[in-house]
């Protein structure tokens, strides 16, 4: 599906002021409000909760609450189906490098992995990083370690199918999320492909093979 209007001009507006965006003094809270939410919107998630649903069955749970270690940790977005969570989102303010730095990845694996979740995302909106959380999480990883998709802002419009097949929220009921985090599991690192038979055990349709094959890094 091509982009939806709202995302190209966030991606616009992220490229004309990304000196200031990237700085330093633009904060996490302000990246949150003002591009991820947003862009989650444009998937298709009730973000604010505007159909007004009990706590329970909300979309969306900011600052979710998980227990690791004994202390209790906020992700910055549980997305639920129903009720169940299904990923999470850790955001960043631009300033920081996610593609260089360990520490924001190992934070989201940590969450994820503790919550028993199969993917989650780390992005600071100049990039989206997806990382299968099932790998124990460990402080001297590597940012790449576990990572199976990273996508740039700049891509994110010529790329919205595959973003939209695996984390909309229609791709999520009707089961590419789950189907694409099995394939994930079977990636033996960001430089192997999976073998087309292995797409035909999970069922993926013949468009969401091509999205996969076309863009993740294998």
Not at 165 to 191: H, M, N, P
């Amino acid at each position: 599906m091509p982009a939806p209007s709202e995302i190209r001009e966030l991606i616009e507006r992220f490229e004309l002021n990304l000196a200031a965006y990237t700085s330093g003094s633009y904060n996490e809270t302000q990246l949150r409000r003002e591009f991820i939410d947003p862009f989650f919107k444009a998937l298709g998630w009730d973000v604010d909760n505007t159909a007004g649903h009990a706590e329970a069955y909300k979309d969306v749970i900011h600052e979710d609450a998980i227990r690791i270690g004994g202390a209790m940790k906020a992700p910055d977005y549980c997305f639920r189906i129903g009720g169940t969570r299904k990923f999470f989102v850790e955001a960043k303010k631009p300033a920081v490098d996610i593609a260089g730095d360990a520490a924001p990845a190992y934070q989201l694996r940590r969450y994820a992995w503790s919550a028993g979740l199969p993917l989650s995302i780390l992005t600071d909106f100049k990039a989206l990083a997806v990382y299968d959380c099932r790998i124990k999480p460990n402080q001297t990883d590597r940012v790449s370690t576990a990572r199976v998709l990273y996508i740039p802002y700049r891509e994110y419009e010529a790329r919205w199918d595959e973003i939209a097949a695996i984390f909309s929220k229609q791709a999520v009921l009707k089961g590419s999320f789950d189907r694409y985090a099995e394939s994930a599991r079977l990636k033996k690192g960001t430089d192997h492909r999976i073998d087309r038979l292995v797409y035909d055990i999970y069922n993926l349709t013949d468009e969401e093979i091509r999205i996969v094959e076309d863009h993740s890094v294998f």
